[in-house]
């Protein structure tokens, strides 16, 4: 989906776009089991696709802290009955959430325009060519094996990018294809997740665009505590997700991987205006 892919990658920049998420697991922390079936995904990316989002993530295997990492052919067999129906029922671009090579190349033949890589293609080998190969976007995320809250964070996501990105270059992936993501959440302390999200003006001498993922997380719920607020009940996580996100995009990132695109397209309007003024 080439056009799907140059036409989402042509809008960055122009104002904060959302990235909504499409759970195919049984797992995950927010929705796990609710999407597992083709009519189930598919109305979830059209609900979003209406409320604004971008660009569908389709996600087959939980990383939520703790979870159990799944081989490559049940990740492949839980997307099997239902990706290529997400990317035909949405005008937007779709996203495969994988850091597995063959996962990837399975969801390229499906139609996928951008692979998001929670190991900024370190963990497997062969996914920085196939992404080359299949010609989709990726999303790069910083990531490590254990969290080490005595690190510079900021010098250590340098150091993942730098070697990303050599990767990338070497399998031929143009850097006009690459976007960033910071790992909120990932292998990180509590306070190393503020750092990152604070420091993102770090990375904008890479020139490439930045994409956070930090919706209704725990690290949040740390903060604001998980009881509902006020008369209304309002969910907390919700008003910290989009707190934090409007912080992000005052830092530089462009791009919010979130459950709820209706709320954020509300308050990015609000933001983009307000930074366009």
Not at 45 to 73: C, F, K, M, N
């Amino acid at each position: 989906m080439p056009e799907k892919r140059d036409r989402f990658l042509g809008r960055i920049g122009s104002g904060s776009l959302i990235m909504g998420i499409v759970n195919a697991t049984p797992d995950s922390f927010s929705d796990g089991g609710r999407f597992q079936t083709s009519a189930a995904a598919v109305a979830q990316a059209r609900r979003l696709a209406g409320d604004g989002a971008d660009i569908i993530d389709v996600g087959a295997e939980s990383t939520r802290p703790g979870h159990q990492p799944v081989p490559a052919d049940v990740e492949q067999a839980r997307l099997a009955p239902l990706l290529a129906d997400v990317v035909e029922s949405v005008t937007q671009p779709v996203s495969i959430d994988t850091s597995k090579a063959s996962v990837a190349r399975f969801a390229a033949a499906q139609g996928v325009a951008f692979i998001n890589d929670v190991w900024g293609l370190q963990r497997d080998p062969a996914m920085a060519d196939v992404v080359a190969e299949t010609e989709t976007g990726v999303v790069i995320m910083h990531n490590r094996e254990a969290a080490d809250p005595a690190c510079d964070i900021i010098s250590d996501m340098r150091r993942f990018f730098d070697h990303s990105l050599k990767l990338a270059q070497a399998a031929g992936i143009p850097a006009g294809r690459i976007i960033l993501d910071p790992g909120i959440g990932f292998a990180k302390s509590g306070h190393q997740n503020l750092q990152a999200l604070n420091g993102l003006g770090a990375f904008k001498d890479y020139g490439l665009p930045i994409l956070v993922g930090l919706s209704r997380k725990s690290l949040l719920g740390a903060v604001v505590g998980d009881e509902p607020i006020g008369a209304m009940k309002i969910e907390p996580r919700l008003v910290a997700t989009l707190a934090a996100n409007l912080v992000a995009a005052a830092n530089g990132a462009s791009i919010f991987r979130v459950h709820d695109a209706a709320e954020h397209l509300a308050a990015f309007k609000v933001f983009d205006a307000i930074r366009r003024a």
